[in-house]
């Protein structure tokens, strides 16, 4: 394998001979019928030994030519038949030599052929034993671009080999009631199914390897939270005038599920210990104004507050967001961006040192060398990145000294990403949680509609019914593969295919011509935000995108969203991009578009998705609906990546992990066990914690 084949497939897998591993084949192969020619049936696998007979030049590239080779085995003849034939068939074919063939046998008036099989050179070991060594049950593995079964597979077998060698510690505690005692045989079983069975969630290997996956990720919440629990952090003052204030002045009552919230928030700021919790709704079920109510809390009692949100866009509008409560009230805010000058940041920074500043809103970036006289509350809005509240705690844990008295704010992470309670367990399993399930009333449902992308020109043509009443769209491109230039070329043609419809279209009256621009992942961060915000001001109505779609960007005058190969996403995900619409008063909608026929799991997620605008169901729904292989991207679930547990086929092993975790951080840890702890801790990227056990 050449690095630049290398460096693909540590792309695909990541870095380490454990990644590869960890890569499971999705799918098998069975290539173990090896009949003779004669015998071999139409319709089937078969691997056969034939000797070339015959073989044409390979005509030069430019010249697309089909090139036909023919064998025999002394039962029948034989044609392997190659579409786009290469200089590699000479050497793969040579004339009078044995050769091991692999595929689908086909017939047709001249006898039987096989269409682009797979085939071997008998080697050193001669056609006899390789033949044997190819006749057996492969295991099919997820590529990516340039990346080929062979490649992976020999790669894994590598890898496996060293692994063998170099067996890592065991960690799991008795593990004889286990079929499979080891964590290294687990993987070299996953690896080698023999059955579709085998590569069920189900399969003593799969289950094995995801209770080691479910293990290492309870370890390192029991670390996270038995960190926090050490920390002292600061009991706020009760004063809540200003806030009484924020909620009477409101046009609208709160719900019940954000006067819930609000009550577990007070519990915690009024407790001497961090808050760490994660506050969970849909988008639109009014996360802000909770989050708001806690700041003015907190603010009127003495400390700062600061309001993070992922991107400079989404800063600026939960700032111009909070500025119309805060303003009435007298509290000084300050919006920090990238785009202030040296001297102003300098400034900024110069006041929230001195306290001027109470409240302070910007990105997760900016905000970390920000000097806070008195931090009190933390709020991160839309965190989607699992983890990031783990680093903040720690990191606050670290910079303490020994000489000053530093208390670690209390921090509030607000997502707009539903999570099942089982899957809470898994990556919020440090965090107490909080739930906004009731959306405020009076929200017009989104019509959701089903469709094949057949009917492109008739969604166009509707779509530019509604632009031309001044309402505006998304459009989301296919994600083709796991690569930004594959989405990029597809965005780019579809925003150009919108441009010219929209041009020959007759253009009514008075009508301004449509305007269609497009955001992608390639663009500078600027050249992003001004995309993005060309769109919010209404300049542009339709705006193409690959799924960098800002979440909670808010755009009221969007009322259509247009998601292609919507059957490639997954349930939360295309939730997520649906509730980008529906946020103004007028009627919206939300097309998916499918291509092709729709499989099995496919269908029934865009059906779920029509039939429901409840983020819990869809994301419940979303975890049971995932045909394996069939979603591309890994951050399906948006909060929890996982490589071997499957989090709806495992979850009865949740609890189990979460228990064997806490038992075993409970008991006096010796050497050789702290160690194999800390090994799992490293294979399943855990660094942190494994750190923490590796130092006693
Ligand atoms: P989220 O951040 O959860 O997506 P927001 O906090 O942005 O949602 O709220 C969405 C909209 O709902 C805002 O316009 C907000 O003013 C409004 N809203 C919030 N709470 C209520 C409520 N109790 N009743 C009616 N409208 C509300
Ligand atoms: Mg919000």
Same mark, same amino acid.
């Given at each position: 394998?050449?690095?630049?084949?290398?460096?693909?497939? *540590?792309? $695909?897998?990541?870095?380490?001979?454990?990644?590869?591993?960890?890569?499971?084949?999705?799918?098998?192969?069975?290539?173990?019928?090896?009949?003779?020619?004669?015998?071999?049936?139409?319709?089937?696998?078969?691997? $056969?030994? !034939?000797?070339?007979?015959?073989?044409?030049?390979?005509?030069?590239?430019?010249?697309?030519?089909? %090139?036909?080779?023919?064998?025999?085995?002394?039962?029948?003849?034989?044609?392997?038949?190659?579409?786009?034939?290469?200089? +590699?068939?000479?050497?793969?074919?040579?004339?009078?030599?044995?050769?091991?063939?692999?595929?689908?046998?086909?017939?047709?008036?001249?006898?039987?052929?096989?269409?682009?099989?797979?085939?071997?050179?008998?080697?050193?070991?001669?056609?006899?034993?390789?033949?044997?060594?190819?006749?057996?049950? +492969?295991?099919?593995?997820?590529?990516? !671009?340039?990346?080929?079964?062979?490649?992976?597979?020999?790669?894994?077998?590598?890898?496996?080999?060293?692994? *063998?060698?170099?067996?890592?510690?065991? +960690?799991?505690? =008795?593990?004889?009631?286990?079929?499979?005692?080891?964590?290294?045989?687990?993987?070299? !079983?996953?690896?080698?199914?023999?059955?579709?069975?085998?590569?069920?969630?189900?399969?003593?290997?799969?289950?094995?390897?995801?209770?080691?996956?479910?293990?290492?990720?309870?370890?390192?919440?029991?670390?996270?939270?038995?960190?926090?629990?050490?920390?002292?952090?600061?009991?706020?003052?009760?004063?809540?005038?200003?806030?009484?204030?924020?909620?009477?002045?409101?046009?609208?009552?709160?719900?019940? @599920?954000?006067?819930?919230?609000?009550?577990?928030?007070?519990?915690?700021?009024?407790?001497?210990?961090?808050?760490?919790?994660?506050?969970?709704?849909?988008?639109?079920?009014?996360?802000?104004?909770?989050?708001?109510?806690?700041?003015?809390?907190?603010?009127?009692?003495?400390?700062?507050?600061?309001?993070?949100?992922?991107?400079?866009?989404?800063?600026?509008?939960?700032?111009?967001?909070?500025?119309?409560?805060?303003?009435?009230? #007298?509290?000084?805010?300050?919006?920090?961006?990238?785009?202030?000058?040296?001297?102003?940041?300098?400034?900024?920074?110069?006041?929230?040192?001195?306290?001027?500043?109470?409240?302070?809103?910007?990105?997760?970036?900016?905000?970390?060398?920000?000097?806070?006289?008195?931090? #009190?509350?933390?709020?991160?809005?839309?965190?989607?990145?699992?983890?990031?509240?783990?680093?903040?705690? $720690?990191?606050?844990?670290?910079?303490?000294?020994? =000489?000053?008295?530093?208390?670690?704010?209390?921090?509030?992470?607000?997502?707009?990403?539903?999570?099942?309670?089982?899957?809470?367990?898994?990556?919020?399993?440090?965090?107490?949680?909080?739930?906004?399930?009731?959306?405020?009333?009076?929200?017009?449902?989104?019509?959701?509609?089903?469709?094949?992308?057949?009917?492109? @020109?008739?969604?166009?043509?509707?779509?530019?019914?509604?632009?031309?009443?001044?309402?505006?769209?998304? +459009?989301?491109?296919? %994600?083709?593969?796991?690569?930004?230039?594959?989405?990029?070329?597809?965005?780019?043609?579809?925003?150009?295919?919108?441009?010219?419809?929209?041009? *020959?279209?007759?253009?009514?009256?008075?009508? &301004?011509?449509?305007?269609?621009?497009?955001?992608?992942?390639?663009?500078? @961060?600027?050249?992003?935000?001004?995309?993005?915000?060309?769109?919010?001001?209404?300049?542009?109505?339709?705006?193409?995108?690959?799924?960098?779609?800002?979440? /909670?960007?808010?755009?009221?005058?969007?009322?259509?969203?247009?998601?292609?190969?919507?059957?490639?996403?997954?349930?939360?995900?295309?939730? *997520?991009?649906?509730?980008?619409? /529906?946020?103004?008063?007028?009627?919206?909608?939300?097309?998916?578009?499918? &291509? /092709?026929? $729709?499989?099995?799991?496919?269908?029934?997620?865009?059906?779920?998705?029509?039939?429901?605008?409840?983020?819990?169901?869809?994301?419940?729904?979303?975890?049971?609906?995932?045909?394996? /292989?069939?979603?591309?991207?890994?951050?399906?679930?948006?909060?929890?990546?996982?490589?071997?547990?499957?989090?709806?086929?495992?979850?009865?092993?949740?609890?189990?992990?979460?228990?064997?975790?806490?038992?075993?951080?409970?008991?006096?840890?010796?050497?050789?066990?702290?160690?194999? %702890?800390?090994?799992?801790?490293?294979?399943?990227?855990?660094?942190?914690?494994?750190?923490?056990?590796?130092?006693?």
């Amino acid at each position: 394998m050449s690095p630049a084949q290398y460096e693909k497939l *540590q792309a $695909l897998t990541g870095p380490r001979y454990i990644d590869l591993l960890t890569h499971l084949p999705t799918r098998i192969l069975d290539r173990s019928a090896s009949p003779t020619v004669a015998n071999a049936p139409v319709g089937e696998v078969a691997t $056969l030994i !034939a000797t070339v007979t015959r073989r044409g030049a390979v005509p030069p590239k430019h010249i697309k030519r089909p %090139l036909t080779i023919e064998l025999t085995d002394g039962t029948a003849p034989l044609r392997a038949v190659f579409f786009n034939p290469g200089a +590699w068939l000479e050497r793969a074919f040579p004339l009078g030599e044995q050769v091991i063939l692999s595929g689908t046998v086909e017939a047709d008036n001249k006898g039987k052929k096989l269409i682009h099989p797979d085939v071997w050179n008998p080697g050193k070991s001669g056609a006899e034993s390789k033949h044997k060594s190819v006749a057996r049950i +492969w295991p099919l593995y997820p590529l990516t !671009a340039g990346v080929g079964q062979g490649w992976v597979a020999r790669a894994v077998a590598e890898a496996l080999t060293y692994a *063998q060698k170099n067996p890592l510690p065991e +960690w799991l505690p =008795n593990t004889q009631h286990l079929k499979l005692n080891t964590f290294t045989q687990a993987l070299a !079983a996953a690896h080698t199914p023999q059955t579709e069975e085998d590569l069920l969630p189900a399969a003593p290997a799969r289950t094995r390897l995801a209770l080691d996956e479910l293990f290492a990720t309870q370890l390192a919440l029991a670390h996270a939270r038995a960190t926090t629990r050490t920390l002292s952090g600061i009991a706020h003052g009760t004063q809540k005038t200003l806030m009484q204030k924020l909620i009477k002045a409101l046009p609208f009552p709160l719900t019940g @599920a954000q006067k819930n919230a609000l009550k577990d928030i007070h519990d915690d700021l009024s407790a001497p210990r961090p808050m760490l919790r994660l506050l969970q709704g849909d988008v639109g079920s009014g996360k802000t104004l909770v989050a708001l109510a806690a700041l003015l809390r907190v603010v009127e009692n003495g400390h700062q507050g600061a309001l993070m949100a992922p991107t400079e866009i989404l800063a600026k509008q939960l700032f111009a967001q909070t500025q119309k409560y805060l303003q009435p009230l #007298g509290v000084t805010s300050a919006l920090l961006t990238g785009s202030l000058s040296a001297a102003q940041k300098k400034r900024l920074r110069q006041h929230v040192a001195e306290g001027f500043v109470q409240l302070i809103v910007g990105t997760h970036a900016l905000l970390e060398d920000v000097p806070f006289a008195k931090l #009190g509350l933390v709020v991160i809005d839309e965190q989607h990145r699992f983890g990031v509240h783990q680093r903040l705690t $720690l990191g606050a844990a670290e910079s303490r000294t020994p =000489n000053t008295e530093y208390r670690i704010p209390d921090l509030l992470v607000m997502s707009a990403t539903p999570i099942p309670r089982t899957l809470a367990l898994t990556a919020y399993g440090d965090m107490d949680l909080s739930t906004l399930a009731e959306k405020p009333p009076g929200r017009s449902p989104i019509q959701t509609m089903v469709m094949p992308d057949s009917r492109l @020109a008739e969604i166009a043509t509707r779509l530019q019914g509604a632009l031309q009443k001044g309402e505006q769209a998304y +459009w989301v491109c296919p %994600l083709v593969e796991e690569s930004e230039q594959s989405d990029l070329s597809a965005a780019t043609q579809r925003a150009e295919w919108l441009r010219a419809f929209f041009a *020959q279209a007759p253009i009514t009256n008075h009508q &301004s011509p449509i305007t269609v621009s497009l955001l992608h992942g390639k663009m500078k @961060a600027a050249e992003k935000a001004a995309a993005m915000e060309a769109f919010a001001a209404g300049h542009t109505q339709v705006l193409v995108a690959t799924t960098v779609i800002e979440v /909670g960007v808010d755009v009221p005058g969007a009322t259509t969203m247009v998601i292609e190969h919507a059957e490639r996403f997954g349930l939360s995900q295309l939730h *997520q991009l649906r509730g980008r619409v /529906g946020r103004g008063t007028r009627a919206s909608r939300c097309l998916l578009l499918y &291509s /092709g026929q $729709l499989g099995e799991f496919a269908q029934a997620r865009l059906q779920a998705l029509r039939d429901s605008e409840d983020g819990f169901y869809l994301a419940e729904k979303d975890l049971e609906l995932r045909g394996p /292989g069939e979603i591309l991207g890994r951050q399906q679930s948006g909060e929890v990546q996982t490589r071997l547990a499957d989090l709806h086929h495992h979850k009865s092993l949740l609890p189990v992990a979460r228990d064997l975790a806490e038992k075993t951080l409970a008991a006096p840890l010796k050497a050789p066990q702290r160690n194999a %702890l800390a090994t799992l801790l490293t294979v399943f990227n855990k660094q942190t914690a494994a750190e923490w056990l590796r130092g006693g």
